[in-house]
């Protein structure tokens, strides 16, 4: 695992220039899209990008890490509100070829069959990760079994009480998600992990200096080929 080390706008701008390489490489690239606030910046600047004429995102295809059961797309706080307001509708993308879980309805059938489709288009060329103070990538949680594929995961209490902070009220925090599996997402050809800030400082350690197991979700990302682990200074504290 190669680690680069800046501010948030150094590593935010690095890692959406290796999206912006990527897409120009190869037009009609497979991205593997994350949420949460870490990538936000990220893809302000593919944005940027896109407006500034560099690339276009008309034949890409996207698959998302995860979405909570319970939440219709509409929702404010479902996945696929935050990819369409933060990513999609400041890009020349198609949305028929942006696929994000779904949180209702027949969820568990395109859950089942979410590796699959990912296989179809070719699989995922380059994959974006946020990480959960427990260590824990999309939502797999610890305790996840390194070959598991798209499945509905548990939240445990932390996470839980992490992803509070953008709920009216904890009571509003849906208890389940589904997600891509830990074997789904080793299977990008290549990731970036963003990590920033203290509460993630344990879970950054754990993945570059701690053993591989099960209990540690991102420990898993030590055998991926190549994966690059950008931090800033706060996140990266207890390795230094
Ligand atoms: C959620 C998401 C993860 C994300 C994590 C961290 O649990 N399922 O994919 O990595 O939050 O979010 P943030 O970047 O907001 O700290």
Known sequence: ?????????????????EFIKQVQKKPNSVLGLATGTSPIEVYANMIKANKEGRVSF?????????EY??????????????MNKYLFDGLDIDKARTHVLKGVGDYLAYA?????????????????????????????????????LTHVAELTEQTIKDNSRLFNDISEV??????????SIMNARKIV????????????YNLLKGPMTEEVPCSILQKHPD?????????YSLVK
Request: net charge negative; proline share 3%; charged share 20%.
């Open 1 to 17: 695992m190669k680690v680069v080390v800046g501010t948030n706008e150094e590593i935010s701008k690095l890692i959406a220039e």
């Open 58 to 66: 008309k034949d890409v295809a996207t698959f998302n890490l995860d």
């Open 69 to 82: 059961i319970g939440l219709e797309g509409t929702h404010d706080q479902s996945y696929r509100y935050f």
């Open 112 to 148: 089942n069959q979410y590796d699959a489709l990912i296989a179809s288009f070719g699989g995922i060329d380059l994959q974006i990760l946020g990480i959960g103070s427990d260590g824990h990538i999309a939502f797999n949680e610890p305790g996840t079994p390194f070959d598991s």
């Open 174 to 183: 849906p208890t389940k998600a589904v997600t891509m599996g830990l074997k």
């Open 193 to 204: 992990l963003i990590a920033t800030g203290k509460n993630k400082a344990q879970a950054i």
């Open 227 to 235: 994966c690059t682990i950008y931090v800033d200074e706060d996140a």
